[in-house]
């Protein structure tokens, strides 16, 4: 083997040493994101759940409220719309005048 061959080889086996180191930090980072993906998707179906809860609770409570509303408020509505109609009729005729 010349001193050429021995250097060929030489670097040859320098750039794959570089390879495997490169390989094994890929290997490494790709393991690092796959958790990092794994957490966030626990997260997604965490929160998901979440706003389905809120969502519900939501509902719920909007409905309760339509069901809340009592005669009295009911009452207490026409008479304020009543009255605010004696004030427009009373603008009107002082207009007219």
Not at 66 to 79: E, P
Not at 81 to 86: A, D, H, K, N, T
Request: proline share 0%.
């Amino acid at each position: 083997m010349t001193d050429n061959d021995s250097i060929l080889i030489e670097q040859f086996e320098s750039k794959i040493r570089k390879l495997i180191e490169l390989y094994e930090n890929i290997k490494c980072s790709n393991s690092q994101l796959q958790e990092e993906l794994e957490a966030k998707d626990e997260e997604i179906k965490h929160l998901t759940a979440q706003m389905s809860s809120l969502q519900e609770s939501y509902l719920n409570l909007k409905q309760s409220k339509v069901l809340a509303v009592s005669g009295h408020d009911i009452d207490a509505t026409k008479r304020r719309i009543s009255g605010l109609m004696r004030e427009i009729d009373h603008c009107i005729e002082l207009l007219n005048n």
